[in-house]
């Protein structure tokens, strides 16, 4: 491979991986608005047993 | 100040130029090795008190110890905030920074993906910056050892692309490298915010608060009711737990963190 086409492999790679984070960010966005609307509204769901149990282990 | 000579209004004014905020990780022995053997016995008071300091017992426990009426205690325990800085607070903040917040905590503006270099919008550049300098300029209102908790849903390709899947017990690890990160005190929040999504891996991180490098916006917050407490980029912890699990076919990974 010649360094040119090695360049645009990377270039592709952090394009991709751009494209990858806006994603996650605007969806993170979406994400917090509806648990604002749910923290206002008294309506955040009851954590299963199991996992509340999963996330009670001690911190350190 | 305290006046220069008696029955004269002269005062001594401190002159600053801008102030460089320096990390010492352990202040207490770095200040200690100032000091000569000697000198370092004379100020615990014996070479068994400087031993047990050097097996790690806190300068102010030993102090204490030898003249329990007249303990000492840090400046930030005594009046909440080290005295010199103003303690971040609703009272005590600027309009821009509340401006600045809000658009944090409504999302009316696009700061984490400027922080991330994806956007180069000037409202999110300016609020990015303030945020950012909060951090500087005041000190810290969170109370130390309280359990905050952070939930993602993370797709499927950035949990590999950001390495959670060979994460271990006993590495370093950072919320956020490049921009602030958000805790909740409240378990159900974090697990509210997992909860989205169907192809995600649901991550929870857990932590003690600390009063550095963190500020509680609860009051400030424009989200009604929601604790938040937000934490500065590039702050790294070591993993002291990991766990993943699978319930209902969905998968789950818990993250312990303590501060470096």
């Not at chain 1, 040119?4 to 984070?21: F, G, P, R, T, V």
Request: charged share 30%.
């Amino acid at each position: 491979m010649d360094v040119n086409s090695s360049k645009k492999e990377i270039k592709q790679i952090s394009e991709a991986s751009k494209d990858m984070l806006i994603d996650a960010l605007n969806s993170a966005k979406k994400t917090r608005k509806r648990v604002r609307e749910n923290i206002k509204n008294n309506t955040l769901p009851e954590i299963p047993k199991e996992i509340d149990s999963f996330l009670s282990e001690e911190v350190a | 100040m305290l006046p220069l000579h008696p029955h004269c209004h002269c005062r001594y004014i401190g002159h600053y130029s801008k102030v460089h905020k320096i990390v010492v990780k352990n202040p207490q022995l770095s200040t200690m090795q100032k000091f000569s053997l000697n000198e370092q016995r004379q100020i615990v008071g014996s070479y068994a008190k400087l031993q047990e300091f050097h097996n790690g017992e806190d300068i102010t426990k030993l102090f204490n110890r030898v003249r329990p009426d007249y303990p000492v205690g840090f400046c930030h325990d005594v009046f909440g905030y080290n005295g010199g800085m103003k303690k971040f607070s609703d009272k005590t903040i600027t309009h821009q920074e509340k401006k600045s917040i809000t658009a944090w905590t409504d999302d009316s503006s696009s700061i984490k993906h400027f922080m991330w270099g994806i956007s180069d919008d000037k409202v999110s550049k300016e609020h990015s910056e303030t945020l950012f300098g909060l951090f500087n300029k005041y000190s810290s209102n969170v109370k130390t050892g309280k359990i905050l908790y952070r939930g993602m849903a993370v797709p499927n390709n950035l949990f590999e692309f950001m390495g959670y899947d060979k994460l271990v017990k006993g590495s370093d690890y950072t919320p956020d490298n490049k921009a602030i990160s958000s805790f909740s005190s409240s378990k159900k929040v974090a697990y509210d915010f997992a909860f989205d999504g169907e192809h995600k891996q649901k991550v929870i991180i857990k932590i003690k608060s600390h009063n550095e490098d963190m500020l509680d916006i609860t009051s400030v917050s424009s989200a009604a009711k929601e604790e938040e407490t937000i934490l500065t980029k590039n702050i790294w912890y070591n993993i002291v737990h990991i766990r993943k699990s699978e319930y209902g076919g969905v998968k789950w990974m818990l993250i312990v963190l303590k501060k470096k």
